[in-house]
């Protein structure tokens, strides 16, 4: 049993301390996860501060149309504009620090919508199993078998691009992922010991599902969870960088690279700037998923 | 259970899921809000040009009758006009789709060629300062995004330092299309000077291409070797006189390279994901390039062709690797108990 | 049989773990030796260290978390624990091991003839070249093939494996549990070992099949002369194979005696518990002993034995570690009821009075005893199970032929 299902099923506050303490001890025995935990606390501040800590708030269209500064379009990165000015002249840092926002709201909005819908759909295949089972198993294997953003693109299409219908298309190709891996987790434990006794006692088949089964795939979920944030973030900006997600002048990412790349190679900070931040929003996520993986003892993949 | 019979009962497999991946695109493609034909021609088109081109694309049957007809079609390759160039979409998939079988080909194997040896030094050299390298590399490269590393490599390989084309296949007079993959053709017309050109232009794009799954390789390698090297065989093959230099490159890299090879398939398919990304950046005349303008032009015969394919190289990866996975791993053919 | 040189020697092993809850003292002060031609068993019930101990002399200690703090290993008189290339030389060269799962100890992923060929032309070689290996592994074929063959094949027969032949050509997924186990012997026989290690070579097979295996691992042994090291938690598979037995608990040596002294008479009051503690057919009840192994990150103070022993004396148990006493037979025993130079006799009295369990109150609901899991237990998640060692495993693993 891993350290998180301990955690789940003690009964005394005595024992969930201990076995709290013990999952904080395995994590911090690696600095790795450590730094990742810390980028994401940063991105969540950022995200959430946003107006108080950049400097031009407008100009990523905060209160009020974004300012328009062709006098000062253009401008290499200074102690003024950090990472340079693109061409409206708007503070391209201003423009990442509220980019945050957009990419963090679409992870968490995918992966909310994901996990709804695939851990139900991999607990009733799993757990009911047979014909539903197999169908449900089946629509699930199709899904798989298009790489996610190709079949992100593919839906899209017809929503007419911006943030909410990307958001929308690629929520829509990420569930059958956790329907698979809940699936999985299910059928090997499904005849184990406790959810016999379980049955044994009379429990109804929803109560095992989510009081006996459920918390052995918290772990895979939770881990998965954060690695797919990074995932998802990524695969947001994708689209955007194709043209397909947040339109401009949304201070979104990928849209932001989509933009600056007319202005390559002279104007080299505009597309620069806007992929460190995917760079160091995506590896926070992998670092805190990786360690996760190592604390909690599972593999997702 | 031979072999032979494994790959049979595999390839065989991969017929209903082809079956369920038409069905979903096409459902996908009709069903989802907005009409394809209104889409195609823009919102100043009159409705009688709309309608028209719809009773043309047969939108308004049932859709089931619609899949028929587009499976009827596609088993005699015809999968509609496409609308940016007015050819058979199987025309120009057939056109466009060796240039990124060739890219993404040649991206997995710089993959492969990298990121396994890459997770074996850091496997063999656990917790000391090559693993901890190697692995620092496999997270950077699986948190880069591609199309931000592909501009980043161009700014530096192709404007700064001028060692690279920036875009395109070949700088020279291309060799007659045999095969429509520029290496291979160059090579059969002996024609070295463009076979040179050709991998100077894939370079970039190719090794773009490669890191995520690069890196992803490196680290399901390390830590597949690893769990390997702990095993008990190893010390029961150590303690009967097998040399460990011997143990870990035959028989522990066989055993982690099977787990490998799973990775390599899922990466397979995220491969073609970001050749979406790359093509644009490196102006690659390929598939991917060719989805994103129907995409754009919301040219629906061409989007469902591309995504078909796509499920089709996705679906032939993955039976490829089944069967190399039960070349490697023969418990997999025996219905595998072991562990 | 007559004592001469020892050909493995263990002293003062101490080995500790890093656990979640603190540092683990798992292996205590442990001294073993063994000769040449002799089979020493070492007993103990699961979690008392034995399989560290294997491990150590094996050199395949994980560490971390594992760390040898002290002791040394002579193997013939060379030293072994500070030195790991001789330490990895004298393992290839003259130590064989047999592992508990014959599941896992082989190679999954190559056929039985493929492995034992690279035994046979490798052994010996500490080191192989880049371009060696890379033709062993485009399947290079040696002219002596042939005979690498037979000489397989005559050892797998000598294991009376049927078709020998054919096992050659398959993977260990196609053989039974025990014939696995038969070619894991043959595997460790084919590089001639002198010393051969055994860490619960049957516990996973079924009860017919691990006589078969028994047997057929002592004719090996006496037709080649070799000296064994056999770890098990089964009393009635020492008795079998055994010359001399080590008595272990909780990391620590309590008795070292021939055989008939350890399971006729044991004076330690552990051995006598684990002896009583084995069912017999005459006696439907049962003794054994009282608790579960201590914590090894908090040690019992004095004898480790002390909190369980029915007659731990308090001022003397609990305060200071016995030593080793030397009856005059030989036979060893760490108990402070005992004195240096006492007679077999004498002991036998001593025992006979002092030591008392309480019959059949010990446990109702008596654990069947899981195959060593020592470190399981070092890492303080559980603080071991209750003593049981049975005469014969009650845990039967499947074992279909094909």
Same mark, same amino acid.
């Given at each position: 049993m891993s350290a998180i299902e301990n955690w789940y099923h003690s009964e005394s506050m005595e024992n969930r301390k201990e076995s709290a303490r013990r999952i904080a001890y395995r994590f911090r025995q690696n600095p790795l996860s450590l730094v990742g935990l810390g980028i994401i606390v940063g991105l969540v501040f950022i995200a959430i501060f946003a107006p108080y800590i950049a400097r031009h708030p407008q100009d990523a269209g905060?209160?009020?149309e974004p300012a328009v500064d062709f006098a000062n379009r253009?401008?290499?990165?200074?102690?003024?504009h950090p990472f340079g000015t693109d061409q409206a002249g708007r503070d391209i840092l201003s423009r990442v620090i509220f980019g945050t926002r957009y990419s963090l709201a679409l992870g968490l909005f995918v992966l909310t919508f994901a996990i709804g819908i695939g851990v139900p759909v991999g607990l009733v295949a799993g757990y009911v199993g047979g014909f539903t089972g197999q169908v449900l198993m089946r629509i699930t294997d199709i899904f798989l078998s298009v790489p996610p953003l190709v079949l992100a693109l593919a839906v899209a299409v017809p929503l007419q691009p911006s943030l909410r219908n990307a958001m929308i298309a690629i929520a829509v190709v990420w569930w059958p992922w956790y329907a698979r891996l809940v699936y999985g987790e299910v059928i090997s434990v499904r005849e184990e010991q406790f959810v016999e006794a379980s049955r044994g006692i009379g429990a109804s088949r929803i109560r095992i599902m989510f009081r006996e089964i459920l918390p052995n795939v918290l772990a895979p979920i939770t881990v998965k969870f954060s690695l797919d944030m990074g995932y998802a973030i990524l695969i947001g900006a994708s689209l955007g960088f194709l043209g397909l997600g947040a339109q401009p002048p949304t201070p979104e990412w990928g849209t932001m690279i989509a933009e600056g790349r007319a202005y390559l190679p002279a104007q080299w900070w505009y597309s620069t700037f806007p992929g460190v931040a995917i760079f160091i929003a995506v590896l926070g996520f992998n670092l805190l998923g990786d360690g996760l993986r190592d604390v909690l003892d599972v593999e997702v993949d | 259970m031979g072999f032979k019979s494994y790959v049979i009962r595999r390839t065989l497999a991969g017929i209903p899921v082809f079956i369920g991946l038409s069905i979903l695109i096409f459902t996908l493609a009709r069903v989802l809000p907005g009409d394809p034909a209104r889409l195609a021609l /823009?919102? #100043?088109? !009159?409705d009688e040009a709309v309608q028209s081109l719809r009773d043309e694309m047969g939108l308004d049957d049932p859709v089931v009758v619609q899949y028929f007809d587009y499976m009827a079609g596609l088993l005699q390759g015809d999968m509609g006009i496409s609308l940016? !160039?007015?050819?058979n979409v199987a025309a120009d998939l057939v056109y466009f789709f060796p240039a990124t079988f060739e890219l993404i080909t040649v991206g997995m194997l710089i993959a492969i060629a990298i990121g396994v040896p890459l997770g074996i030094i850091a496997g063999r050299n656990k917790d000391e300062a090559e693993d901890n390298a190697s692995r620092l590399f496999a997270f950077f490269g699986v948190s880069m995004p591609a199309f931000w590393a592909a501009i980043l490599l161009q700014l530096v390989f192709?404007?700064?330092? /001028?060692?690279?084309?920036? !875009?395109? #296949?070949?700088?020279?007079?291309?060799?007659? #299309?045999?095969? /429509?993959m520029m290496l291979v053709d160059s090579l059969i017309a002996m024609d070295f000077r463009a076979f040179r050109s050709a991998v100077a232009h894939i370079a970039l794009p190719a090794f773009t291409l490669a890191l995520a799954p690069m890196a992803d390789i490196a680290r399901m390698t390390r830590s597949s070797f690893i769990e390997e090297l702990n095993k008990d065989y190893v010390h029961a093959l150590h303690s009967s006189g097998i040399p460990g230099k011997l143990i870990a490159y035959k028989y522990v890299l066989k055993s982690s390279f099977a787990a490998t090879l799973t990775i390599i398939a899922l990466d397979y398919g995220f491969l073609i994901g970001s050749a979406f990304l790359i093509e644009i950046v490196f102006a690659w005349p390929g598939m991917a390039r060719y989805g994103v303008d129907a995409i754009l032009a919301n040219d629906i015969n061409a989007i469902v062709g591309v995504t078909l394919v796509v499920g089709i190289v996705f679906i032939v990866a993955n039976l490829v690797v089944d069967i190399l996975y039960g070349y490697f791993d023969p418990r997999v053919r025996y219905g595998g108990d072991g562990e | 049989m007559s004592r001469t040189d020892p050909i493995l020697e263990l002293r003062d092993l101490e080995v500790h773990f890093d656990t979640f809850d603190g540092r683990?003292?798992?292996?205590?002060d442990v001294d073993i030796t063994v000769d040449e031609g002799e089979t020493v068993a070492i007993v103990g019930e699961?979690?008392?260290?034995k399989s560290v101990t294997a491990e150590t002399i094996m050199g395949m200690l994980p560490q971390p978390p594992g760390e040898i703090v002290d002791g040394e290993l002579y193997y013939k008189g060379e030293e072994l624990l500070g030195d790991q290339t001789a330490h990895e030389r004298v393992k290839s060269e003259s130590m064989g091991m047999i592992f508990q799962d014959p599941m896992t100890s082989?190679?999954?992923? @190559?056929?039985v003839g493929e492995m034992m060929r690279d035994v046979l032309t490798y052994q010996g070689k500490t080191n192989v070249g880049w371009l060696e290996i890379v033709r062993n592994v485009l399947g290079r074929r040696d002219a002596d093939e042939a005979e690498m063959r037979d000489r397989s094949v005559e050892l797998l027969d000598q294991l009376q494996i049927p078709d020998p032949e054919g096992v050659l050509d398959r993977?260990?997924?196609?053989?039974?549990g025990g014939m696995r186990q038969r070619v894991l012997i043959a595997m460790a026989m084919l590089g001639e070992p002198e010393f051969l290690i055994a860490?619960?070579?049957?516990?996973?097979?079924d009860v017919t099949v691990q006589d078969q295996i028994l047997d057929l691992l002592t004719e090996q042994i006496e037709r080649e002369n070799l000296s064994m090291l056999y770890i098990t938690h089964n009393l009635g598979v020492a008795r079998r194979i055994a010359d001399r037995i080590y008595v272990m608990y909780a990391g620590e040596i309590a008795e070292v005696g021939t055989r008939d002294e350890i399971l006729d008479e044991p004076l330690h009051p552990y051995s006598r518990g684990l002896v009583d503690s084995?069912?017999?057919?005459?006696?439907f009840d049962r003794d054994g002993i009282e608790g579960l192994l201590p914590d090894y990150t908090d040690p019992p103070s004095g004898c480790r034995f002390h909190p369980r022993c029915p007659a731990a004396m308090s001022g003397t148990c609990d305060v200071e570690r016995p030593p080793r006493y030397e009856l005059s037979s030989g036979q060893e025993v760490a108990c402070h009821l005992y004195e240096d130079g006492l007679s077999r006799a004498e002991a036998a009295e001593i025992a006979a009075e002092e030591i008392e369990f309480d019959s059949g109150a010990? @446990?109702?609901?008596r654990p069947t005893s899981?195959?060593?899991?020592?470190r399981s237990s070092v890492k303080g998640?559980?603080?071991?199970?209750?003593a049981s060692i049975d005469a014969q495993t009650p845990r039967s693993a499947e074992d279909t032929d094909e």
């Open positions: 905060y209160m009020g253009f401008a290499e990165p200074s102690l003024a | /823009g919102p #100043r088109a !009159t940016i !160039t007015n050819r192709a404007f700064h330092l /001028g060692l690279l084309p920036a !875009t395109g #296949r070949i700088g020279v007079e291309a060799p007659p #299309r045999l095969t /429509g | 683990a003292r798992v292996i205590n699961s979690g008392c260290g082989l190679s999954p992923v @190559f056929t993977y260990p997924i196609e053989l039974s860490d619960e070579p049957t516990t996973a097979l084995v069912p017999k057919l005459t006696e010990a @446990f109702e609901d899981e195959p060593a899991q020592d998640e559980s603080a071991g199970t209750t």
